[in-house]
């Protein structure tokens, strides 16, 4: 017999032992009231009805039903249903006609009942897991009318546990870490297995863990789950990442029990106990003596078998650098220690350096013993010769030139010389970007500056200017040096008045009176400062109307000598002052200070300086301006009216009955201007204008003007220029024309033309008989259309 259906049977034999230990004494002690009920299970016989017929008549009365749990394995199968129990009751005696009724959780469908011997079946399969225990209620109803005989009475059906359920890790598989080199013991992590059993009845439920896999580096805690370190160091640079195989068995663990298995992936966190050490003892490089400030000469590199921030390695210069001409620094990429330049390095004065180079962790852990965590490495760097440009003395030169130097002066002397040990001659050349002007030259072969155009310290005081210095055997080879050249300051330049000064002095003002302080300026920049005189002109040294006084500060001050001036008398004074400076030679310049004579206030305060007041002295009063200002005012009122009487009629009358503002249209084309019959031209001309006269009608006359009898325009026989003439001489004697110019318009076409007519109609005679060669005598104009028509005439004859 497979030994699943071993294990099945014993648990059914146990829980038949359960029922009968439970339900015997109760069934042999239960008093009966009347008419008793009983329960039979898994077909023991628990039957009241056995009981003697004394101890029914002793007994107190009970219920008639005597009651217990009902138990079931779950997982039974066989082929035909289980029975679970037996109902019976005190009525089930003789032929009465009665059955039992089962209502309440599976009833009908999970449990069955006899209704005539109130055996209780399952018909299903049961699963504890899924419900444990079933509710249901049992009565006995007459078989006829289904009428109630007793009340009903309620009992639960347990589903008995078998160990059909094995272990499981819900939350697995695991994964777990824990730092390299951890004690004996140290915890790494916990699993939990659950089992569906029934906790409480038996071992079903009762788990053990053991370990299948990762022995001899981890241990498990038999019934807690607990994982724990086994080995003694255990180090991540050997083996990094473990898979532990973890079982859970029931029963206790012991044989028969179902189990469950987990994984858990341990894996071993990196510490800092490994020192970083150099792939190799020595390094050489050679480096060209040009490289520049801040560029790579060379790599070393420091392996560390740690990982991340325990791989970082910081290197350092230890020995062999005195005059700090390198550096080393860490890629953080590639922890590579870069060999950096910070002094450019001369091929003539020291050819090759010895290193001793540092790498060191950056961080160490405070258990390590192992040792110091740094290593060392000889780096030898061999300098290479370059060809390098030439070198200034300087890099900068300052120079100075007076502003008045000739021409050629020598101002300074630039030097460079080629580092190089051969040597080259060096040529000497002025950028002339920063020369515009070009102010300056220099000497190709000693450097020497000359002065190439005047100078002017007003104008420009400093000259900044870039020199060059290039190899003769190798021009590509160039240098640069600054040379600011400053321009002395000489006296040429005579002082002058600060602005422009114009003073005003009151008709009232006392003598002695300041008029204006006056001070100068001069574009100079003496050593020693600014100190100027002030005097006057020769000729003015005795001037009756003002005199000037020296404020010692470089300005003066105007006074009046007297309070009798006066804008009658003369309204302004102009005072020449000469202002000479401190220089060698000095210098000076002519000033002119201009006075304004006013009036002013009591107090000072000028309120005119115009010469409004002159015409007082004649002797006129106020009442005679008046009226003087009044008839000039009549006069303009009379002119005035008079202007608007003149002005009341147009300039221009316009009439629509005038010819001259009809546009008259037709559509017949002429013959000329002696083709006369076309149409009548009498009717361009202005009706009123036949009878020799027409009115002006631009202005409204004053004078009947009585025209002189004309010479009549008629259509035919009038000369265009004795017409025009005859207008013209009207216009000129009519004495209501305008002054001004006027339009005259005449509606007259001329005849005579010595062009004659080019219309061709109304023409009596054909082409054969014209001729055309009167077109050539007309003038160069009409010189291409004669030849047109005599080329014409030639190429019909031929």
């Known amino acids: 017999m497979p030994k699943r259906s071993e294990e099945m049977l014993m648990d059914l034999w146990m829980s038949l032992l359960l029922v009968w230990i439970t339900c015997a004494p109760r069934v042999s002690t239960t008093p009966i009231v009347g008419q008793s009920k009983s329960i039979q ?75 005539l011997t109130g055996d209780i079946h399952a018909m299903k399969r049961l699963d504890r897991e899924e419900k444990a225990e079933y509710t249901l209620t049992a009565q006995v109803v007459n078989a006829d009318t289904d009428e109630p005989l007793e009340p009903p009475s309620e009992f639960i059906i347990k589903v008995q546990d078998i160990n059909d359920n094995p272990p499981q890790f819900i939350e697995g598989p695991y994964r777990a870490a824990i730092p390299e080199m951890s004690a004996v013991g140290t915890t790494v992590t916990r699993v939990t297995a659950t089992d569906a059993d029934d906790p409480v009845y038996g071992n079903s439920a009762k788990l053990v863990y053991s370990i299948l896999e990762g022995q001899p580096y981890f241990s498990v805690d038999a019934n807690f789950g607990t994982i724990k370190i086994a080995l003694h160091e255990m180090d991540r640079e050997m083996r990094e990442e473990y898979l532990v195989v973890i079982q859970a068995k029931d029963m206790g663990g012991h044989m028969g029990g179902l189990s469950g298995t987990t994984t858990v992936t341990i894996t071993l966190m990196d510490i800092n106990d490994n020192p970083p050490k150099f792939s190799k003892s020595l390094y050489e490089f050679v480096i060209p003596e040009n490289l520049p400030i801040g560029k790579m000469g060379g790599k070393v590199k420091a392996n560390d078998r740690d990982i991340g921030e325990n791989a970082k390695s910081t290197y350092s210069i230890i020995e062999g650098d005195d005059q700090g001409t390198f550096e080393i620094v860490t890629d953080a990429q590639t922890q590579e220690g870069i060999l950096r330049l910070k002094k450019p390095l001369n091929y003539e004065t020291k050819r090759a350096y010895t290193l001793k180079v540092e790498a060191g962790n950056m961080q160490t852990e405070p258990s390590s013993s192992s040792g110091p965590f740094k290593d060392t490495a000889t780096v030898k760097i061999v300098v290479e010769d370059s060809d390098e440009p030439p070198i200034f003395s300087k890099p900068i030169y300052l120079l100075e030139v007076n502003e008045n130097a000739p021409i050629n002066t020598v101002i300074g002397t630039v030097t460079a010389r080629d580092p190089d040990g051969p040597g080259s001659l060096v040529r000497y050349f002025i950028d002339r970007h920063t020369d515009l002007e070009r102010q300056f030259n220099i000497n190709v072969d000693d450097g020497k500056i000359t002065l190439a155009k005047p100078l002017d310290r007003e104008t420009d005081m400093w000259h900044n200017i870039t020199v060059t210095a290039t190899e003769v055997r190798n021009h590509s080879q160039i240098s640069r040096a600054i040379v600011a050249i400053r321009v002395m300051d000489i006296n040429d330049n005579a002082p002058e008045f600060a602005t422009e000064y114009e003073a005003f002095l009151c008709e009232n003002g006392k003598p002695g009176q300041v008029i204006q302080t006056v001070s100068a300026v001069d574009k100079d920049d003496p050593i020693q400062g600014h ?29 009046a000598k007297h309070d009798t001036f006066r804008r009658q008398k003369q309204e302004v004074y102009f005072l020449p002052i000469i202002v000479t400076d401190n220089g060698n030679p000095p210098m000076s310049s002519t000033n002119t200070l201009t006075i304004r004579v006013c009036g002013c206030s009591k107090d000072g305060v000028v309120q005119s300086c115009n010469v409004e007041a002159y015409v007082l002295p004649i002797g006129l009063s106020m009442g005679a301006l008046i009226a003087i200002l009044a008839c000039i005012i009549l006069l303009l009122v009379v002119l005035f009216v008079t202007l608007r009487r003149h002005k009341n009629e147009p300039l221009i009358i316009k009439d629509d009955e005038d010819v001259r503002e009809n546009i008259i249209r037709y559509d017949d084309e002429g013959g000329g201007e002696e083709d006369t019959e076309a149409f009548d031209i009498a009717t361009l001309q202005n009706p009123d204008g036949i009878n020799g006269y027409m009115p002006r009608k631009d202005i409204k006359p004053d004078l009947q003007f009585m025209p002189r009898a004309g010479q009549h325009s008629g259509p035919n026989g009038v000369d265009v220029d004795e017409f025009i003439n005859v207008r013209l001489h009207e216009a000129d004697n009519d004495p209501t024309a305008p002054p001004y110019d006027s339009i005259q318009i005449y509606g007259y076409e001329g005849r005579g033309s010595i062009a004659g007519s080019l219309s061709s109609l109304e023409t009596a005679s054909s082409d054969s008989d014209q001729n055309y060669d009167y077109l050539r005598e007309w003038g160069p104009r009409f010189r291409r259309l004669g030849e047109l028509y005599s080329v014409g005439e030639s190429d019909r004859e031929t």
Do not use: C
């Open 41 to 115: 299970t898994g077909g023991s016989a628990a039957v009241a009805s056995g009981l003697g017929e004394g101890q029914r008549l002793l007994s107190r009365a009970k219920r008639g039903w005597v009651w217990n749990q009902m138990f079931v394995l779950e997982e039974f199968s066989g082929p035909d249903p289980i029975l679970v129990g037996r109902l019976h009751t005190d009525l089930d005696v003789g032929g009465k006609n009665i059955k039992y009724v089962l209502a309440g959780e599976g009833a009908g469908t999970i449990f069955a009942i006899n209704e």
């Open 531 to 559: 100190y100027f005189d002030y005097r006057l002109v020769p000729e003015m040294l005795n001037n009756p109307n003002f005199t000037i006084k020296n404020n010692q500060d470089n300005s003066i001050s105007v006074l």
